[in-house]
């Protein structure tokens, strides 16, 4: 799957692990950001295209932003995109920091 395509695009994103929620496999895992994905899209995992949401700093159902980065687990087939509000940015330093609580256990690089 070409996940870089979504870079600069605006994203519709449904959330299903908001912020401050436990991932439902491992419950030393607490979701610092809200995670979800993009309806009606496959990865390369089968499921749904996974995506972090930075800069909303409260739970959320549904969001629309805009990519910034893909996040390239290097060791499984699972991209999961950045996406953010349109006027914001983010360096690869302070994404890094933000998923951290979970990419730091799988071998990962930023896509930009």
Do not use: W
């Amino acid at each position: 799957m070409n996940s870089k395509k979504y870079i600069g695009k605006i994203v519709s994103v449904s959330i299903d692990r908001p912020l401050g929620s436990v991932h439902p496999k491992r419950s030393d895992i607490v979701y610092k950001v809200n995670y979800g994905f993009v309806p009606d899209t496959v990865s390369g995992d089968g499921d749904e295209l996974d995506c972090y949401v930075l800069g909303i700093d409260y739970p959320i159902k549904e969001y629309k932003g805009k990519c910034i980065a893909v996040i390239r687990r290097l060791e499984e087939d699972d991209d999961k995109l950045i996406i953010v509000p349109d006027n914001q940015s983010y360096s690869n330093e302070e994404i890094e920091q933000l998923i951290m609580f979970q990419e730091q256990y799988f071998k990962h690089i930023i896509l930009k």
